[in-house]
């Protein structure tokens, strides 16, 4: 099976995130695309919202914009650059672009399977669009994980995250998606690369027909 899986450039990407990409690829046999970089407060973000940091920027919402970017644009041409018409799409995305990942494909038929690590899901007003979504043409798995420490944060915007997660789960699961929930290691971003590791692992098992739960801390 040709699979394509596309990453939205990670914020601050290390070294390390690089040398991973390019063992994964041999490892997976799947064609592992870093997207250009985003505009990141705004290119990843459904609609317009307020700072939720001290001292961070406000979301600039053009999340269709580069949406219909990507569906005409970007990924027509990275695939004609690389010959090949995939039986898949899958998105694999950290944070905001967790967020977009999910949204994107149930706003969009273009991505089939969706990992969103440490997904951004209390940005608001995403679960009231979620539940009110259809069912997402295409799309066949999601996997949703958290790093443990995550929900141990003071800010009041972030403190509800793994229950925000797991609504989001429910909500597709409901609408027939099969979708998981695991807690990993670490905080929102780090370590990044056992994360990207297991998120892949996910995507290629149940891709595989093997399961659709590989994960052995899961929820």
């Not at 994964?24 to 046999?29: F, L, P």
């Not at 919202?49 to 979301?59: D, I, L």
């Not at 273009?110 to 979504?133: T, V």
Request: with cysteine.
């Amino acid at each position: 099976m040709a699979v394509v899986c596309y990453i939205p450039m990670l914020e601050g990407q290390a070294p390390d995130v690089e040398a991973w990409l390019e063992t994964a690829r041999e490892r997976y046999g799947v064609r592992l695309v870093l997207l250009p970089q985003a505009d990141w407060n705004n290119d990843l973000t459904p609609w317009p919202a307020a700072p939720v940091f001290k001292k961070g920027k406000a979301f600039g919402g053009n999340a269709e914009a580069y949406l219909r970017r990507l569906e005409t644009d970007i990924v027509p041409g990275i695939e004609r650059q690389l010959g090949l018409v995939p039986d898949e799409r899958w998105m694999l995305g950290v944070s905001l672009a967790g967020l977009f990942a999910v949204w994107a494909a149930v706003r969009s038929g273009i991505f089939n399977r969706i990992a969103a690590i440490s997904g951004s899901f209390w940005y608001p007003g995403f679960l009231p669009w979620l539940r009110e979504q259809p069912p997402a043409p295409g799309l066949k798995s999601v996997c949703l994980s958290l790093g443990r420490k995550e929900a141990e944060g003071k800010n009041p915007h972030l403190k509800d995250i793994a229950a925000q997660t797991r609504e989001v789960a429910d909500i597709l699961t409901e609408k027939g998606i099969p979708t998981t929930f695991a807690w990993t290691e670490g905080t929102h971003f780090a370590p990044v690369v056992p994360r990207l590791e297991q998120a892949m692992n996910h995507l290629a098992v149940v891709a595989d027909g093997r399961s659709n739960n590989p994960f052995p801390s899961s929820i």
